[in-house]
C-alpha cells in the first residue's frame, strides 16, 4: 500500500454524474476564457448533473443555484451574442461602489438565508454555503453582463466552494473549484488584454 492509495480510493468511488458535471463545467470556463457564447451551453449541461450531486449532498443552496445558472445561462447567450439591433456585449468595468453594494447584499442574504436554513443551530455550514450561493449569484450576473471583475471575485468563491466541497466528502468537485480558481486568474488576464487591444484597436 502507497500513500496515493487512499487518494486514488477516494477518486475511484466517486459517482459518474460528478464526473460528468465537472468535465462539462471545466469546458464551460474554457469557453467562457474566450469569450465564446458556447461557454453557456456546457453551462447549462453541467448546472443539470450538479443539482443532482448537491441535492445529494444535502447542500441545499448549491442545487437551488443550479436551476438560476441555467436560466442564467440563457440571458448570457443572448447578451453574448447580440442580435441584430445590439452589438455583441463588451467587456466592461464596475466602480468601487458598485462592488460595495454588491457584497454588502450578498453579505446580508447569506446571513438571513443561512439563519432560516438553521434556525439557530450552531452549525457553520449553511451560512458557508448560503455566501457561496449569493455570490455566485452576483458573479454569474457579472460574467453575463462581461464585467472584468467577475474573475477576482470567482477566485475567492471558487476557494471557498473547494473547501466546503471537501468538507461534504465532494472529492472531485473540491478540484474541480481549485482549478476554477486556477484559470479564473487566467481568465481575468485574458480578459484584461482581450479589452485593452480592443480599446488600442477603436483608436
Known amino acids: 500500500m502507497t500513500l496515493l492509495d487512499p487518494v486514488l480510493g477516494a477518486f475511484a468511488a466517486v459517482p459518474a454524474i460528478e464526473w460528468g458535471a465537472a468535465g462539462l463545467a471545466l469546458g464551460y470556463l474554457g469557453f467562457a476564457i474566450r ?3 458556447w461557454c453557456w451551453a456546457f453551462a447549462v449541461a453541467s448546472a443539470v448533473l450538479y443539482l443532482v450531486v448537491f441535492a445529494r449532498a444535502g447542500l441545499v443552496m448549491q442545487a437551488a443555484l443550479q436551476v438560476f445558472y441555467v436560466g442564467m445561462s440563457v440571458y448570457g447567450w443572448r447578451s453574448w451574442r447580440g442580435s441584430a439591433s445590439t452589438a455583441p456585449r463588451a467587456v466592461s468595468r ?3 461602489r458598485q462592488h460595495a453594494v454588491a457584497w454588502a447584499a ?9 439563519w432560516v436554513i438553521t434556525q439557530g443551530a450552531s452549525s457553520w455550514v449553511p451560512y458557508l454555503d448560503a455566501a457561496i450561493a449569493w455570490g455566485s449569484v452576483l458573479t454569474t450576473w457579472m460574467v453575463a453582463r462581461k464585467v ?13 466552494a473547494a473547501l466546503l466541497a471537501a468538507w461534504q466528502g465532494l472529492a472531485t468537485t473540491a478540484l474541480l473549484f481549485l482549478l476554477y480558481a486556477a484559470f479564473a486568474l487566467r481568465g481575468y488576464w485574458q480578459w484584461r488584454r482581450d479589452a485593452r487591444l480592443a ?3 477603436e483608436s
Open 106 to 114: 450578498v453579505a446580508a442574504l447569506a446571513l438571513v438565508n443561512g
Open 94 to 96: 464596475w466602480t468601487m
Open 199 to 201: 480599446v488600442a484597436h
Open 148 to 160: 472584468l471583475e467577475n474573475w477576482l471575485y470567482w477566485v475567492v468563491l471558487d476557494s471557498t
Open 35 to 37: 469569450q465564446s457564447a
